[in-house]
């Protein structure tokens, strides 16, 4: 194997870097040696194949991590020391790294807030999607990824640089980590102004395609797979609408990544989640990283367009059924609001049964189901479709406080018959039994 050697001009080796471009920190380095104008040895690991825990990486290395800079017998990983350390001893002034006490302090806790906060989580983030198999952010990660964000927009709020008007290798961490994580989680521009503004003066810096090499390289490896990332569903399960969505699922034969929002604990109107629904609804539907739509209706209508393949009878592309099937989604939704209204007088207004004028209401429902199912074997054509997986949810939950009279309502009883015998019903029954069991001691209570 050739050995590469690269003096300075006092014929001193220059110092080695081993590294891979796509790693923030490693990009890090390369910007802080850049804005030196000092030439390192790139020295590649290959981590895929194992050789940073060869036995000479690890005689370098016991924590096996990169960077790792060698250079005239020292070795140094971290690279937040690593560009302290190359500023100290190359830089021909201070102001990447000052040595006044209080602006240093200043740098040093930007940079612990880069390796605690914001890198943390781009390391946990990229280790689940490349070697866990995961399949888009968890609520947690989006939660600590809008909080670093929004700290590091704070940080910017009065200065051009993250310690003041002056670049400093704090900005050259956070400009390699933050880039990274705008490809996974974008920074939106109407809410964090500072940050978008200091990315491009960041890209306006005569070294910054140091870091534009790696990013690229990062994006190439991680774009397929954030792109097979299954649909995301922000869901309770006790809801019928969200069962509704299950059932379409299920039905397809698709995988989702589930994401449960606890509405006791007002989990919906957390920024992340108001952020993806203005509305705080579930369920709400996240896919292709940057697409989102909410309404079990509309949800898996799309659902179906989009992995139904040709077979479209769930949700049919002949538009005179597809307006058969949307007029029964509709009725749905009258239906499902209020049997919602219902739920909350019992289970937080304390209401021991429905009201008359509601069960009425209900009652008139039931009728014009019956009337549907006269029709037809389903709801809205001759053969299931969501709008079953729609009104099934909402009747088995209004079912509970509302009880169905068979013998009034056999064509009912008998579709809901033949829903209960589907191989994947318990999508639905799951979420039904928890919520009859929160009514029934709300009715105890």
Not at 174 to 187: F, G, K
Request: charged content about 25%; proline content about 4%; aromatic content about 10%.
């Amino acid at each position: 194997m050739a050995v590469i050697r690269c003096f300075s001009s006092s014929f001193a080796m220059a110092p080695i870097l081993y590294m891979q471009h796509f790693s923030g920190p490693v990009r890090s380095v390369l910007l802080t040696a850049a804005a030196l104008g000092l030439k390192l040895q790139h020295k590649i690991v290959d981590l895929s194949k194992q050789e940073h825990l060869t036995e000479n990486f690890l005689k370098l290395n016991p924590q096996h991590t990169i960077p790792t800079l060698e250079d005239d017998g020292v070795v140094i990983w971290d690279s937040h020391a690593i560009n302290a350390y190359l500023v100290a001893k190359y830089g021909k002034d201070d102001s990447l790294y000052p040595k006044d006490l209080a602006k240093r302090a200043m740098v040093d806790q930007r940079m612990h807030f880069d390796s605690g906060l914001i890198f943390s989580w781009l390391r946990n983030i990229a280790r689940g999607v490349k070697y866990k198999g995961r399949k888009a952010l968890t609520e947690d990660q989006i939660e600590g990824l809008e909080h670093g964000y929004e700290h590091l927009n704070t940080f910017l709020k009065d200065s051009k640089w993250v310690t003041g008007n002056a670049v400093t290798i704090a900005d050259f961490s956070l400009i390699a980590n933050v880039t990274t994580l705008n490809i996974i989680y974008p920074v939106d521009k109407s809410r964090y102004g500072n940050i978008s503004r200091w990315l491009k003066d960041s890209e306006a810096l005569p070294y910054y395609d140091v870091n534009r090499e790696g990013l690229d390289h990062f994006k190439a490896t991680m774009k397929p797979l954030l792109s097979a990332m299954a649909p995301r569903v922000f869901v309770t399960i006790v809801s019928p609408n969200v069962r509704s969505t299950l059932l379409t699922t299920h039905a397809l034969g698709i995988n989702i990544e589930l994401e449960e929002i606890d509405l006791n604990n007002k989990e919906q109107f957390k920024p992340s989640f108001i952020k993806l629904n203005p509305q705080h609804t579930v369920p709400t539907l996240q896919d292709d990283d940057d697409f989102v739509v909410w309404d079990s209706h509309v949800i898996n209508g799309y659902l179906v367009d989009k992995y139904g393949g040709i077979d479209d009878s769930l949700y049919p592309t002949d538009m005179q059924e597809r307006a058969k099937v949307n007029q029964k989604l509709h009725f749905d939704t009258e239906l499902s609001l209020l049997a919602s209204r219902i739920m909350k007088g019992i289970l937080h207004g304390g209401k021991k049964s429905a009201p008359q004028e509601q069960v009425d209401e209900i009652l008139e429902r039931y009728d014009f189901l019956e009337k549907f199912l006269a029709m037809n074997t389903f709801v809205a054509l001759g053969h299931m479709t969501i709008a079953d997986f729609s009104l099934i949810a909402t009747v088995s939950t209004i079912d509970i406080f509302v009880p169905l009279d068979a013998k009034k309502y056999p064509k009912i009883a008998a579709w809901m018959k033949k829903m209960q015998a589907l191989p994947y019903y318990a999508a639905n029954k799951n979420g039904l039994d928890k919520i009859r069991n929160q009514i029934a001691a709300a009715l105890e209570g």
